[in-house]
T-cell receptor
Framework: AQSVTQLGSHVSVSEGALVLLRCNYSSSVPPYLFWYVQYPNQGLQLLLKYTSAATLVKGINGFEAEFKKSETSFHLTKPSAHMSDAAEYFCAVSGDSGYSTLTFGKGTMLLVSP | EPEVTQTPSHQVTQMGQEVILRCVPISNHLYFYWYRQILGQKVEFLVSFYNNEISEKSEIFDDQFSVERPDGSNFTLKIRSTKLEDSAMYFC?????????????FGQGTRLTVV
């Protein structure tokens, strides 16, 4: 069975500061990992995904994540936060299901202050 | 840009009533999913659907739930007799293929409130 743990239900940063959202996973098979973002009143939008091609993955809006197998982690970072980054971020894993269902973390709400 | 659309965005229903949540997946996609998120909890998988039948379902997806693709474009989730604990945000998703590395495209969700 697969699982995802996101540390911190809320993360607050100042505009221009580093964003770090943590995700740890558990999987019995080589995982595929995803970060989704949900802006208010919108659906889940893919930020980036790890599919074993490269451990450092770049996504949209300046976000990137690094897959670290030894730490079973896939933390999301952005060097400089922008007000428009305020949203809820979900880490998800797939790979052990024939129809590739996603197992999500609880989500982290990113708050950005001026 | 193609997108998954869900209707309604909000639904309030009385306990014991039937509700149907509707989704229009991306037109050339073949794999369809329903997920839900109870307030403050994880997004949870409910069911996947392919080739006009359920391919996988979770323990949550019991006999009160059903899905169908009635007309080749809509994908619906029916809850036969709603309970208070069915209150949640329900997300529909679709995929072009079943590969685990393939992105799932999500709708904006339907917030269901059972009173």
């Amino acid at each position: 069975a697969q699982s995802v743990t996101q540390l911190g239900s809320h993360v607050s940063v100042s505009e221009g500061a580093l964003v770090l959202l943590r995700c740890n996973y558990s999987s019995s098979v080589p995982p595929y990992l995803f970060w989704y973002v949900q802006y208010p009143n919108q659906g889940l939008q893919l930020l980036l995904k790890y599919t074993s091609a490269a451990t450092l993955v770049k996504g949209i809006n300046g976000f990137e994540a690094e897959f670290k197998k030894s730490e079973t982690s896939f933390h999301l970072t952005k060097p400089s936060a922008h007000m428009s980054d305020a949203a809820e971020y979900f880490c998800a894993v797939s790979g052990d299901s024939g129809y590739s269902t996603l197992t999500f973390g609880k989500g982290t709400m990113l708050l950005v202050s001026p | 840009e193609p997108e998954v659309t869900q209707t309604p965005s909000h639904q309030v229903t009385q306990m014991g009533q039937e509700v149907i949540l509707r989704c229009v997946p991306i037109s050339n996609h073949l794999y369809f999913y329903w997920y839900r998120q109870i307030l403050g909890q994880k997004v949870e998988f409910l069911v996947s659907f392919y080739n006009n039948e359920i391919s996988e379902k979770s323990e949550i997806f019991d006999d009160q739930f059903s899905v169908e693709r009635p007309d080749g474009s809509n994908f619906t989730l029916k809850i036969r007799s709603t309970k208070l604990e069915d209150s949640a945000m329900y997300f529909c998703a679709s995929r072009g293929n079943r590969g685990a590395n393939t992105e799932a495209f999500f709708g904006q969700g339907t917030r269901l409130t059972v009173v």
